[in-house]
């Protein structure tokens, strides 16, 4: 893409009101833009980010069995009024409103009721069973508070995967599947490192529920990670009693702030029961479906990848959800052989951004590229080509180097 | 991907209140499922064609120039009331809800406003000018009546583009270059044959705007088509001075029913005036940026193909848009020669649904294929093999005719 045709502009500064790393340096990158608090749009460079992650996370869901739907926001009260959850005392972050003839509807915050209500259509037996079904798509929450950016969205991108098996054994093998799947995703995301599963509250059903939690100082939560084993208990659930039963140990625990990337909830037979969500077994008896629910935030995933990659001048994304993987800069000299590189890097679809714009200095181009932070900068010069081709320096290192145009084109070094 | 795992039944009666051929052909087939009046979820078989679709129109809007991002659903009030749309004698679709803190906001029906509002941080200049921003997004409408199935969404997908022009003659260009992209979407999504681009009101900036109505008796909109021009004139500009403008003469013109797909529209400054989206000239005059609007329904353009592709069995979907491409049914004796033709398909990217399940009759089975309407059906039987492969039938053609195995596998006949 040519950067003349990207209509976005960098910031020099965030907005004042603020506060949090990620969403300042999106919105000063020309990523997202904030509509309120807790509410922000994506612009080209951030929807290009949220479309790689996306991709990234609807391959791992489709690899372990998932099958896509699209549910909607708006929400008959139907079948949260029969799981008790349409109080606004048990859900405190519903956003109702009404039809046009008085009827009070809901936006959905999460989607276990209509999930569960629609599957009564469709499973009966013990052979429709087991169903994963998953979605991306807008959840919307009535935050007091939304000052941490893209963490505490009152309207945001989720994959929410809903289970429905025969029995926990059957839930209990896709739930490890799953999680390791969510492994994956981390992975190739670039915040694996950073991430920990960690035990957190299970509810009614699971004495326990998994968080995936990414360390970081704009996280919400304190967790207590073990390094050597890879795993971490919330605070929330930290006691004596059930760091015995976890056998963890109070000195290998290290406390830190994390940001809750994912969850995954054990949820038995909780809302299915209440919906009247049954199947037949092989002899006829009528038994409820047990349920899983399994919950990536995009937005969220996507501030804690910008809380983690970054350092003082911007962002430095992974290359697997960076918005371009190279971005080439014409500088004086440079202009014509810039746009051949380009022409041809296109023609062979490679994902290059490409600042051909005349009227800004080597220095705001050079600041600009590192503020968006697209893993390979290549320059073209007319110093580059009197060197013998671009000068190419990857976000992450501290050195150029001189690389035959030839080679750039071919091997995208 | 295998019957076996597709959790949807199809049924044999739509809903008792679904009175739209539409949906009732989308329901019984399990691509939707009515969450309530006008709100329809997509299920596995929906949500493959809809994505279809999605491709279809972001490589038509790609191709124009368009840049994708995703807006939000929430709206703050401020830019509405800064155009007079926040009221609801002005806009009486709006669905309305607050804040925790007791603000009230809004749901985006549409979103001129919040993009024009946007661009202030970004237009400037000339320069920055020409931006074609483009987004597939939910829109929220507070019908009063809602009973034409996706035809009339109170929460539906559209693709929304907005131009940002310098004066008319930018925007006039933009414009028919529109019209075309929207020529090729309805060519390549199977409804150009019965699509017509219809002369509309143009409200205060421009007399006329333009939809494009593709015939239909489920249409809740009357057009005059004139065939051989294949131009149409809406109802509701349908006045003897018109057509004497428009050169179009009674006698050639047919009144017919028709389906609004999409529309587009000459804003002018509508609304960059009044939210102060100004640039400066070579000159430097302040002048307000002129603007387009460029809609299509996503759903809506799902059930228009529904409502044009069908007989008393099920759907026919186009190729381009059907969820799967082939559909391969295991019929007694075929069950092993069946699975290996799969699985070398599945090896080769072929899209195709299996019907592998063993306790159904054939049929249930090809009752089941022609009401889901997958182009082309393949099946493998013990009769089909003896006769020398596979018996194949394309979904809108009278006769089935034996294709050896490897000619299906390699050709896709």
């Known amino acids: 893409m040519r950067q003349s045709q990207l209509f976005t502009k960098t910031r020099k500064e965030a907005p004042k009101d603020e506060t949090s790393k990620n969403a300042s340096l999106l919105i000063r990158g020309g990523f997202i833009n904030k509509e309120m608090a807790g509410v922000y749009s994506y612009l080209p460079l951030g929807f290009r980010v949220l479309e790689k992650?996306?991709?990234?996370?609807?391959?791992?869901?489709?690899?372990?069995?998932?099958?896509?739907?699209l549910l909607?926001?708006?929400?008959?009260?139907?079948?949260?009024?029969?799981?008790?959850?349409?109080?606004?005392?048990?859900?405190?972050t519903?956003?109702?409103?009404?039809?046009?003839?008085?009827?009070?509807?809901?936006?959905?915050?999460?989607?276990?009721?209509?999930?569960?209500?629609?599957m009564k259509h469709h499973i009966d037996s013990y052979k429709d069973l087991p169903v994963y079904a998953y979605q991306i798509q807008n959840k919307f929450r009535n935050e007091l508070r939304a000052k941490s950016?893209?963490?505490?969205?009152?309207?945001?991108?989720?994959?929410?995967?809903?289970?429905?098996?025969?029995?926990?054994?059957?839930?209990?093998?896709?739930?490890?599947?799953?999680?390791?799947?969510?492994?994956?995703?981390?992975?190739?995301?670039?915040?694996?490192?950073?991430?920990?599963?960690?035990?957190?509250?299970?509810?009614?059903?699971?004495?326990?529920?998994?968080?995936?939690?990414?360390?970081?100082?704009?996280?919400?939560?304190?967790?207590?990670?073990?390094?050597?084993?890879?795993?971490?208990?919330?605070?929330?659930?930290?006691?004596?009693?059930?760091?015995?039963?976890?056998?963890?140990?109070?000195?290998?625990?290290?406390?830190a702030k994390a940001i809750e990337v994912a969850n995954i909830f054990k949820?038995?037979?909780?809302?299915?029961?209440?919906?009247?969500?049954?199947?037949?077994?092989?002899?006829?008896?009528?038994?409820?479906?047990?349920?899983?629910?399994?919950?990536?935030?995009?937005?969220?995933?996507?501030?804690?990848?910008?809380?983690?990659?970054?350092?003082?001048?911007?962002?430095?994304?992974?290359?697997?959800?960076?918005?371009?993987?190279?971005?080439?800069?014409?500088l004086p000299g440079g202009e014509e052989e810039a746009e051949n590189i380009y022409k041809k890097m296109v023609a062979q679809n490679k994902e290059v951004l490409y600042d051909d714009r005349r009227d800004l200095s080597a220095g705001e181009k050079l600041a600009e590229a590192d503020l968006i932070g697209i893993p390979q900068r290549a320059v073209v010069s007319e110093k580059s080509l009197k060197a013998g081709g671009v000068e190419v320096k990857m976000r992450n290192a501290e050195k150029e180097e001189i690389v035959p145009i030839e080679d750039l084109i071919l091997k995208n070094v």
Chains 1, 2 share one sequence.
């Open 267 to 330: 949820l038995g037979t909780k809302y299915s029961e209440p919906l009247g969500l049954i199947y037949k077994d092989e002899s006829g008896n009528k038994i409820p479906v047990v349920m899983g629910s399994y919950g990536i935030g995009l937005g969220r995933l996507m501030g804690a990848i910008a809380e983690v990659h970054n350092d003082e001048r911007g962002m430095i994304w992974p290359v697997s959800v960076a918005p371009f993987s190279v971005h080439i800069l014409a």
């Open 53 to 69: 992650i996306e991709n990234i996370i609807r391959e791992e869901m489709n690899a372990i069995g998932g099958v896509e739907v």
């Open 149 to 255: 950016g893209l963490m505490r969205g009152r309207e945001f991108l989720m994959k929410d995967l809903y289970s429905f098996t025969r029995d926990e054994k059957e839930l209990e093998q896709f739930y490890e599947k799953c999680a390791e799947a969510y492994g994956k995703i981390f992975e190739r995301t670039g915040i694996a490192d950073k991430t920990y599963r960690t035990f957190a509250d299970g509810g009614a059903f699971s004495k326990f529920s998994d968080e995936f939690q990414t360390l970081s100082e704009a996280g919400e939560d304190t967790i207590f990670i073990d390094e050597k084993k890879k795993l971490a208990i919330n605070k929330e659930v930290y006691t004596d009693e059930v760091l015995d039963e976890l056998n963890l140990k109070k000195e290998d625990l290290k406390e």
């Open 94 to 118: 519903w956003f109702k409103t009404k039809l046009a003839n008085g009827t009070e509807i809901g936006l959905a915050n999460t989607h276990e009721e209509p999930l569960a209500n629609l």
């Open 72 to 92: 909607t926001a708006l929400q008959d009260p139907e079948p949260w009024k029969a799981t008790g959850r349409w109080s606004d005392e048990v859900i405190d």
